[in-house]
Structure formats: C-alpha cells, structure tokens
C-alpha cells in the first residue's frame, strides 16, 4: 500500500511540476533547435523564416560579427546545399540560452563539428554564435 501512495505522490508532482511553463518552453526550445538543423538537412528556408526572430543575428568565425537575417541567408546559407546531416550529440538549454555540440556532414562525406550558442525570444530563435571545431567548419569550406 505504501509503494502505491508514493508511486501516486510521484505522479502528482510530476504532473504539477510539469504544468509550469518552464517544462513546455524547455521542450518547444529544443524542438526549434532541430527545425533549425532540419532546415538546412531539408534545404527548406521556409523553416527558417518560420523560427528566426525578428532581429536575428548570427556570428561565427569565418567573419560573421552579428550579422542580420539578409546577410546570413546570403552568406551561411548557401552551406545547405553542402549540408548531408547533423548528428545533434548535446542539447543543453538554459533559460533564454541553449548550447548545442553536434558533428555535421557533408555531401562529401567531410565531417564538421561545431558548438552553437542560441539566444531565444517571445518563442523563437533571436540569436546564433557558431564556434567552429575540427573537420571542414562548415560546407562550403574548400581548406581542408
């Protein structure tokens, strides 16, 4: 009887727990940041109007300061035709923050692993700094 009372108990907080926003926000935060790699997967910018913010801005080393929506479309997204697929290793979300370390690769079968900084606002993607690791970088690099 005891073990019934405290499997219900768990049941009861996890449910409360669960009602908070904080728990349906973690979830609808990861599922932009797959949308957001499906995208390129899918070469579908449609889903990336679709989750960017108003405001966006993305940084990277290859000379990327906070560049805006327009520039990046131009710049960055060229790569999803180079993109195969990403293997998405850590999602760690933060409140507004999430850290995202994946290994991508491309149509070549080159492997490029990066780690992402998202900045999020009103439910959608505001911000992506991308610090590049080992391999090609990104798609379209032609140095390795």
């Known amino acids: 009887m005891k073990i019934t009372k405290r499997i219900a108990s768990f049941i009861i907080v996890w ?16 599922k932009l940041i797959r949308q957001y790699y499906a995208a390129y997967e899918n070469k579908d910018w449609h889903i990336m109007e679709l989750i960017l913010a108003d405001g966006f801005t993305f940084t990277s080393p290859a000379g990327d300061d906070h560049i805006n929506l327009q520039l990046y479309m131009q710049r960055c997204w060229p790569n999803a035709i180079n993109t195969k697929r990403f293997d998405l290793e850590k999602i760690i979300i933060d409140g507004e923050d999430a850290y995202v370390t994946y290994n991508g690769w491309t149509t070549g079968d080159k492997l490029f692993r990066n780690t992402e900084r998202f900045k999020f606002k009103e439910g959608k993607i505001k911000e992506n700094e991308c610090f590049f690791g080992t391999g090609v970088s990104f798609p379209n690099n032609n140095t390795k």
């Open 15 to 30: 449910i409360i727990t669960c009602s908070f926003p904080g728990c349906s926000t973690i979830s609808g935060k990861e």
